[in-house]
C-alpha cells in the first residue's frame, strides 16, 4: 500500500493491505498526506455514557462504553461535543481526494451536531441514510418508542468540480434490479462477527459492504479515524481496497488485528 503517512509513525500492526495506528486521530490525521484518502468512514462516540441504562441480552446493563464515549458536564456538552465534531471533520477534509466522499454514522445523540458541521467544514450532504435495525434492545423506561434507527450521512467536498463515485449498477443490482433507497433494513451485529473480540458500537458486516462497494474502486485506500474493532478495516480488504485505520483502545486494536490476520488468511492476493 502507498505510504500517505508523512512521517516514521510505528504501526501497531501493519501487512501490505491494512495499517492500523494506536494514537489520537487529532494527532495522526494532520500527519496524513493532503489528498490522499479516496473514502473515509467514521463511528465517532456518540457520548452516550451518562450513567443510564439499556438491555443487551435480555439483560438490564449500564449504557457506560468508557471514556472516550464521555465529553464534558451538563453545562458544557453541547458545545464540546459541537467542537469535538468540527475539529476531526475538519482534519478528514484536507486529506480526502477531490472526488472522494465521507460517511459517518451517528445517533439522535451526535448525528445533527455531526451534519451542522459537515456543512461549516465546507462538505455538501449526499444522502442521508436511515438504517433500521430488526432486532433492537427494548425500551425498558417505557416512556419513549423505541430505539430502532441510526443515521449514516455519506458527503462530498462541496466544490463544483467534486465528483464523488457511486456504483449505481452494482446497487441496482444488488436491489434486485430497483433503485436502491435510502432505508437499509437489517439485524444488528451477528455473534459470528464477535468471536474474536467484542466492542460496544461494533457495526455489522453487511453495512460497510454496501458502503464500501458502492463508493469506493478496487485499489481505493479507505480510511476509519475511529476504527475500533475493525469492521471497516476487514471489509475494506475483503472487496481489494487498502485500509488505513485509528484507535486510542488497545483493547479493540487487537481485535481489529486479529481480524485482518483472519481475513488476510481467507483470500489470495490483491
Avoid at 17 to 25: N, W, Y
Avoid at 73 to 83: G, I
Avoid at 102 to 116: A, Q
Wanted: charged content about 25%; some cysteine; hydrophobic content about 35%.
Amino acid at each position: 500500500m502507498e505510504k500517505v503517512l508523512s512521517g516514521k509513525e510505528k504501526y501497531f500492526f501493519e501487512n501490505t493491505f491494512a495499517q492500523l495506528i494506536l494514537d489520537d486521530s487529532f494527532i495522526i490525521l494532520p500527519k496524513i498526506k493532503k489528498q490522499s484518502i479516496d473514502m473515509i468512514f467514521a463511528d465517532p462516540p456518540y457520548f452516550l455514557s451518562n450513567g443510564g441504562i439499556t438491555c443487551n441480552g435480555g439483560k438490564m446493563v449500564s449504557v457506560n462504553k468508557g471514556n472516550w464515549d464521555k465529553i464534558g458536564d451538563s453545562a458544557t456538552e453541547v458545545s464540546e461535543k459541537h467542537k469535538f465534531n468540527r475539529k476531526w471533520i475538519k482534519l478528514c477534509k484536507r486529506i480526502l481526494k477531490p472526488n472522494g466522499s465521507i460517511w459517518i454514522s451517528g445517533t439522535m445523540h451526535n448525528i445533527y451536531s455531526i451534519g451542522m458541521a459537515l456543512e461549516q467544514e465546507g462538505f455538501k450532504i449526499i444522502n442521508n441514510i436511515t438504517w433500521q435495525k430488526t432486532n433492537p434492545p427494548p425500551n425498558l423506561s417505557c416512556r419513549c418508542f423505541t430505539h430502532s434507527t441510526e443515521t449514516i450521512l455519506w458527503a462530498q467536498k462541496a466544490e463544483k468540480k467534486a465528483r464523488h463515485f457511486f456504483n449505481y449498477e452494482l446497487m441496482k443490482e444488488q436491489n434486485a434490479g430497483k433503485q436502491m433507497k435510502d432505508v437499509w433494513t437489517g439485524s444488528l451485529t451477528k455473534p459470528s462477527e464477535k468471536k474474536l473480540g467484542k466492542h460496544p458500537t461494533q457495526k455489522p458486516e453487511y453495512l460497510l459492504e454496501r458502503i464500501i462497494q458502492s463508493s469506493t474502486k478496487p485499489g481505493d485506500i479507505v480510511l476509519d479515524p475511529f476504527c475500533g474493532s475493525g469492521t471497516t478495516g476487514v471489509v475494506a480488504n475483503r472487496f481489494k481496497r487498502y485500509f488505513i485505520g485509528i484507535d486510542t483502545e488497545e483493547e479493540y486494536l487487537n481485535i481489529s488485528k486479529a481480524r485482518l490476520e483472519m481475513e488476510e488468511n481467507d483470500r489470495t492476493q490483491f
